[in-house]
């Protein structure tokens, strides 16, 4: 067995040996893997009472080179056969469709291989539900439905296929469920710490205006809605800036590929908004703890001519948040496009596009 597979855990007493190695693209996918591997054992106990011994280990690699490639592609790049284990489930992060149907699975019984897309599956609940999808999977591939979740299989309608069995997302929402699935593997919460440089210059730019009096009386006076249209026209400013500085906007080079550069653009614009207004809300807590740190009420009350409350350090600390939002959209470019990239999306996300822009260059 590899070096880098883990041995999980097996259950069940002597009897027939079955063995499934989960492979899976960095990143999110690997932590599922290693989750569903862990409890994978327990759940396959045949509840006929045949008895098994589940083993399930873990290997960490990218195989899928596009999400467009075929299945049969898939299993001849990953080649299941030369495994020593009896099951390959392959975990990837990468959307899988037909036409517009977005794809959870596709399983191999002959190949006794399985290709799962996380993004299909979903934003929420990720865990629970890849879990059910490699149990489905294993169950197919065995031929034995004793073994499918409840429900699974009437959940994940299915189709036949060259090679096997194609399983979708369920009806309902599909597209927006995918994604949100591709929102998440992007992990837009990382942007805050990912873009340090934006940070620290929208922080410096919110300090500044801080100590200026003016901002204190536009603060005062502007109002709810002035206050309001002031805050989305910096996040998405800064949105714009990260766009179009570091090149994040897909543009499709023919007809077919304009489906999928919508998806993905749209996928990119959602990852920064949520990106974006979490940073705008970690300025917001910095700044405020730094104005009623720094500035004594008796000072803001004379320049402002009324009594100061804790509402007055608040609503200027609005003001200064989008004041430092746009500061730090300027100061994402100093940020290089590589910085961007990492922050902004995941890892198998940042290879597409790296080898999309390859091949641009050299095609």
């Known amino acids: 067995m590899k070096a880098n597979e883990q041995l999980q855990g097996q259950s069940g007493a002597a009897g027939e040996r079955v063995s499934v190695l989960l492979i899976a693209d960095p990143g999110e996918p690997a932590a599922l893997a290693q989750s569903v591997a862990e409890r994978l054992p327990e759940r396959l106990r045949s509840p006929d009472g045949l008895e098994r011994r589940w083993t399930t280990c873990v290997r960490r690699k990218p195989y899928l080179p596009d999400e467009q490639a075929d299945f049969a592609d898939v299993i001849d790049t990953v080649d299941p056969s030369a495994e020593e284990e009896d099951i390959?489930?392959?975990?990837?992060?990468?959307?899988?469709?037909?036409?517009?149907?977005?794809?959870?699975?596709?399983?191999?019984?002959?190949?006794?291989?399985?290709?799962?897309?996380?993004a299909g599956v979903g934003g929420v609940h990720i865990e629970r539900r890849v879990r059910s999808v490699t149990e489905l999977?294993?169950?197919?591939?065995?031929?034995?439905?004793?073994?499918?979740?409840?429900?699974?299989?009437?959940?994940?309608?299915?189709?036949?296929?060259?090679?096997?069995?194609?399983?979708?997302?369920?009806?309902?929402?599909?597209?927006?469920?995918?994604?949100?699935?591709?929102?998440r593997a992007n992990r837009p919460w990382r942007l805050v710490t990912g873009l340090s440089k934006v940070l620290v210059g929208a922080f410096a730019t919110g300090a500044i205006a801080l100590a200026t009096n003016t901002i204190w009386l536009f603060a005062d006076t502007m109002g709810p809605w002035r206050m309001s249209a002031a805050t989305v026209l910096s996040i998405v400013a800064m949105i714009l800036w990260l766009i179009l500085d570091h090149e994040l906007w897909e543009r499709p080079k023919s007809p077919e590929e304009r489906d999928r550069s919508v998806l993905y653009n749209t996928a990119t614009v959602v990852t920064l908004v949520i990106g974006?207004?979490?940073?705008?809300?970690?300025?917001?807590?910095?700044?405020?703890f730094t104005a009623t740190l720094t500035l004594p009420p008796e000072l803001l009350s004379r320049i402002l001519g009324h009594g100061v409350s804790f509402t007055d350090y608040l609503t200027l600390t609005w003001l200064l948040a989008s004041i430092a939002t746009i500061g730090g959209?300027?100061?994402?470019?100093?940020?290089?496009?590589?910085?961007?990239?990492e922050a902004a999306y995941g890892v198998r996300q940042r290879q597409r596009i790296e080898e999309t822009r390859q091949s641009n260059e050299t095609g």
């Open 88 to 118: 390959v489930v392959y975990l990837t992060d990468l959307p899988r469709r037909e036409d517009t149907l977005p794809v959870v699975a596709e399983v191999s019984a002959d190949h006794k291989f399985a290709l799962i897309s996380v």
């Open 137 to 183: 999977a294993i169950a197919r591939i065995l031929d034995e439905p004793e073994l499918t979740p409840p429900g699974a299989a009437r959940r994940f309608p299915s189709a036949q296929i060259g090679d096997g069995i194609r399983y979708f997302a369920p009806p309902g929402l599909r597209r927006l469920r995918l994604l949100s699935g591709m929102v």
């Open 276 to 288: 974006v207004v979490v940073l705008h809300v970690a300025l917001f807590c910095l700044l405020l």
């Open 329 to 341: 959209a300027l100061g994402s470019g100093l940020e290089d496009d590589a910085a961007v990239r």
